[in-house]
């Protein structure tokens, strides 16, 4: 079975690595020259994040490749802060939404 992940690029046991589900029936073996596998990635954070495939034992050198997730963009007057009963917010239990 393949097992594919990514992460930044790098040993050690500190390197955080994302899953990457590979989608059934997605090899592709047809051309020696050229075989492929998808994967579906999940949300995250980080720029210039490798691949890396494992198959039992044995796992690929890392892509040469890169997945950069975009940066997160605040958009004005859409900013919320929600107060709930269990939450030290100016000691009011359940209030509304706020805007900032």
């Not at 990514?6 to 500190?14: L, P, Q």
């Not at 198959?55 to 890169?66: C, G, K, M, R």
């Not at 107060?83 to 917010?89: A, E, I, Q, V």
């Amino acid at each position: 079975m393949y097992h594919i992940q990514y992460g930044v690029a790098g040993t050690g046991i500190d390197r955080a690595l994302y899953s990457c589900p590979v989608v059934a029936a997605s090899l592709n073996t047809v051309n020696t020259s050229f075989q492929s596998i998808s994967c579906t990635v999940s949300a995250g954070v980080g720029t210039r994040l490798v691949f890396t495939i494992k198959v039992q034992l044995l796992s690929s050198a890392q892509s040469t490749d890169h997945l950069s997730y975009p940066q997160p963009v605040i958009v004005p007057q859409y900013v919320s802060v929600s107060c709930l009963s269990f939450d030290p917010c100016f000691g009011l239990v359940d209030p509304p939404v706020r805007r900032l």
